[in-house]
């Protein structure tokens, strides 16, 4: 089983920033696309960010266009999410995570392993 750890959340005022990580073991995360999905209460997850393998592409959700940027360090086995001018409704758990493809694309269905979660709250 591959373990995907994400840490970074926490609690900001709205307009503010944080940065999310997520780590994952070398092997996979080197032939995996990589995406960044959310999960507020009540709500079904739904996707943030992706980027493919080869750092060429990303592709955002309408909601953090311009916002948010994801990057990865093929190196240090590491994605990211940027997260900039913070609102409450991107209150939620976020979760990372790898697909197989080249390019995961925004169909969590792509996306064989999932790390735990970080809690992101933005208060207004």
């Known amino acids: 089983q591959v373990q995907l750890v994400e840490s970074g959340g926490g609690l900001v005022q709205a307009g503010g920033s944080l940065r999310l990580s997520c780590g994952a073991p070398g092997p996979t995360f080197s032939r995996s696309a990589m995406g960044w999905f959310r999960q507020a209460p009540g709500k079904e997850r739904e996707f943030v960010a992706t980027?493919?393998?080869?750092?060429?592409?990303?592709t955002y959700a309408d909601s953090v266009t311009g916002r948010f940027t994801i990057s990865r360090d093929n190196a240090m086995s590491t994605v990211y999410l940027q997260m900039n001018s913070l609102k409450p409704d991107d209150t939620a758990v976020y979760y990372c995570?790898?697909?197989?493809?080249?390019?995961?694309?925004?169909?969590?269905?792509?996306?064989?392993?999932w790390g735990q979660g970080t809690q992101v709250i933005v208060s207004s």
């Open positions: 995570a790898a697909s197989p493809a080249y390019y995961g694309g925004r169909d969590a269905a792509n996306y064989d392993y």
């Open positions: 980027i493919d393998r080869g750092a060429e592409s990303t």
